[in-house]
């Protein structure tokens, strides 16, 4: 079973910056596509940024121009660079890894973003 951790997260000011890693117990070309996702209270889990194995990016355009997906693929390790940071994006952040037929996801970590 693959694992997938994520650390990184805390409490910063709004306009602070956090980067989240998301450490995979297996090569990260298990995943095709590797994501984060985030899920605040009272809101449906939804997705942040993914990035395929061939390293093609994908934002909501809630972060786009301020959030940045990026893979290690010798660490086997997926980060979110996340600049500008804004309290509406306070939320528990979780690491997902997909493929057809399975759909790994992370304990999650929170941010907390103060105004």
């Known amino acids: 079973q693959v694992q997938l951790v994520e650390s990184g997260g805390g409490l910063v000011q709004a306009g602070g910056s956090l980067r989240l890693s998301c450490a995979c117990s297996?090569?990260?070309?298990?995943?095709?596509?590797m994501g984060w996702y985030r899920q605040a209270p009272g809101n449906k889990r939804e997705s942040v940024a993914t990035?395929?194995?061939?390293?093609?990016?994908n934002y909501a355009g809630s972060v786009k121009g301020r959030f940045t997906i990026s893979r290690d693929n010798a660490k086997n390790t997926v980060y979110l660079e996340m600049n500008s940071l804004k309290p509406e994006d306070t939320a528990v952040y979780y690491c997902?890894?997909?493929?057809?037929?399975?759909?790994?996801w992370g304990q999650g970590t929170q941010v907390t973003v103060s105004s």
């Open positions: 990035i395929s194995s061939g390293g093609a990016t």
């Open positions: 297996s090569s990260i070309f298990t995943f095709a596509i």
């Open positions: 997902n890894g997909w493929r057809v037929g399975n759909d790994s």
